[in-house]
């Protein structure tokens, strides 16, 4: 695969990838704020910036805003963010049982890219020495509601708070620990729930309700929820 970065006056930074079986120019944009396009191999790469400068006003329209890791932001339940002048030439992150401490160089900025992914590289760190936390909250309300699973398992994912698979292994998102308890709580009976119903039939709805009587409301709430950074 060919990549190429350029700069467009109005966006930024701007990726263009040359990738085999790809037959149209395309434009996705990432959660990142980050503007791909995807090309054919026989175009040149001209064609493909004349593209995404066509484009200007739908990607400035669509495009996400990046979520910023400022200080003393929250990181879970345990964790806050601090960044502190550091002497290296690059920014270096500590984990410790409380904090993400950042060091920032000389020259460097909190926004800067580099920094910020230092940041989020820390705060996952913290989010992974949390998911006891997690675990336990899916052990206490498969308790309560009796809905069992067979195994559960932790990671980031880009698009989707939980999972539940057939074999009925429950996944959670890290960042579920950066949302309120009630919304926690509804993605973990959501998961479970599906235990019974693998769909989103009116008996899987009738099942979460029964447990979670607001779910409608928390719904809306966990969809309008930032995922990640």
Same mark, same amino acid.
């Given at each position: 695969?060919?990549?190429? *970065?350029?700069?467009?006056?109005? *966006?930024? /930074?701007? #990726?263009?990838? #040359?990738?085999r079986g790809t037959k149209r120019l395309r434009i996705r944009l990432s959660s990142r704020g980050e503007v791909i396009v995807s090309m054919p191999t026989w175009l040149p =790469?001209? !064609?493909? %910036?004349?593209? !995404?400068?066509q484009h200007k006003e739908w990607i400035e329209t669509n495009r996400i805003v990046p979520k910023l *890791? *400022?200080?003393? &932001? $929250?990181?879970?339940?345990? &964790?806050k963010l601090l960044f502190k002048v550091g002497k290296g030439?690059?920014?270096s992150v500590r984990v410790t049982s409380d904090g993400v401490v950042v060091s920032v160089p000389v020259g460097l900025t909190v926004k800067s890219d580099v920094v910020q992914a230092t940041a989020i590289r820390g705060a996952r760190k913290a989010l992974q020495s949390q998911e006891l936390l997690l675990a336990e909250k899916l052990k206490t309300i498969s308790n309560i509601t009796g809905l069992? =699973?067979?195994?559960?398992?932790?990671?980031?994912? #880009?698009s989707k708070w939980g999972s539940c698979r057939s074999d009925k292994t429950i996944t959670l998102n890290y960042h579920l620990l950066d949302l309120p308890d009630? $919304?926690?709580n509804y993605v973990i009976v959501h998961e479970l729930a599906h235990t019974k119903h693998l769909?989103? +039939? +009116? /008996? =899987?709805? !009738?099942?979460? %309700? +029964? =447990?979670v009587p607001n779910f409608k409301q928390l719904r809306k709430e966990v969809k309008s929820a930032k995922l990640g950074w």
């Open positions: 695969m060919a990549v190429k *970065l350029i700069d467009i006056n109005g *966006l930024g /930074s701007v #990726k263009l990838t #040359k990738r =790469f001209i !064609a493909g %910036e004349k593209f !995404a400068f *890791l *400022l200080p003393n &932001h $929250q990181i879970g339940r345990n &964790h030439t690059k920014p069992k =699973f067979k195994s559960d398992r932790y990671g980031f994912m #880009k009630d $919304q926690i769909n989103h +039939s +009116s /008996s =899987f709805w !009738a099942l979460v %309700e +029964s =447990f």
